[in-house]
Nanobody, 117 residues
Framework: QVQLVESGGGLVQPGGSLRLSCATS????????MNWYRQAPGKERELVAS????????HYADSVKGRFTISRDNAKNTATLQMNSLKPEDTGVYYC??????????WGQGTQVTVSS
């Protein structure tokens, strides 16, 4: 069956860094756009970053440009989100998603990121 498992979340001080990983199985990873979304308490889920199947195109939300980097390894079926210069407003549950359509695709269970002093 399809599985997407996020890891790497945790508590970090403002200005710190975290590296999120998404390990996948059960579908043809190299054929899918991969995305990272996040949902802050009381807010809607928002798209943070996307990467095309061959890593040739990336997209970032304005709020994370220059601080976050999305990457993927098609040989290992994994996607990664490197998060630097973290801010309290980056706090939320981060989800990995396969597929470019907002309504279709596969979701992970999420990993909590808390940025606080």
């Amino acid at each position: 069956q399809v599985q997407l498992v996020e890891s790497g979340g945790g508590l970090v001080q403002p200005g710190g860094s975290l590296r999120l990983s998404c390990a996948t199985s059960g579908f043809i990873f190299s054929s899918y756009v991969m995305n990272w979304y996040r949902q802050a308490p009381g807010k809607e889920r928002e798209l943070v970053a996307s990467i095309s199947s061959a890593s040739s195109i990336t997209h970032y939300a304005d709020s994370v440009k220059g601080r976050f980097t999305i990457s993927r390894d098609n040989a290992k079926n994994t996607a990664t989100l490197q998060m630097n210069s973290l801010k309290p407003e980056d706090t939320g549950v981060y989800y990995c998603k396969a597929g470019s359509s907002p309504l279709l695709g596969y979701w992970g269970q999420g990993t909590q990121v808390t940025v606080s002093s």
